[in-house]
């Protein structure tokens, strides 16, 4: 079974800045889709950004040009820098990876709240 583990949540500012990190107990991430989520109080999931295993990167489009997703495969982590906040980005953001291709998994952190507000 394998860890995952995100950090880096935290209250913040509107305008302000975030780095998320999601870190798995052993060495995945490169043979991972790695995605980010959030939910809001009340809300649905939503997806808001993804890496795959060859570098490519997809976002939501709430939070295109201001959030990047990034890979560490050595540190077995992925981060996702998060800028220019707004209060509609407060939520739970939790980090998935999947594997697709045999033999295949799907792990989930804990999750780790953003709060932007005065």
């Known amino acids: 079974q394998v860890q995952v583990e995100e950090s880096g949540g935290g209250l913040v500012q509107p305008g302000g800045s975030l780095r998320l990190s999601c870190t798995a107990s052993?060495?995945?991430?490169?043979?991972?889709?790695v995605a980010w989520y959030r939910q809001a109080p009340g809300e649905q999931p939503e997806f808001v950004a993804l890496l795959a295993p060859r570098g490519t990167t997809n976002y939501a489009d709430s939070v295109k040009g201001r959030f990047t997703i990034s890979g560490d495969n050595a540190r077995n982590t992925v981060h996702l820098q998060m800028n220019s906040l707004k209060p509609e980005d407060t939520a739970v953001y939790y980090c998935n990876l999947k594997k697709f291709t045999l033999p295949t998994y799907d792990y989930w952190g804990q999750g780790t709240q953003v709060t932007v507000s005065w």
């Open positions: 052993r060495s995945i991430i490169s043979t991972s889709v």
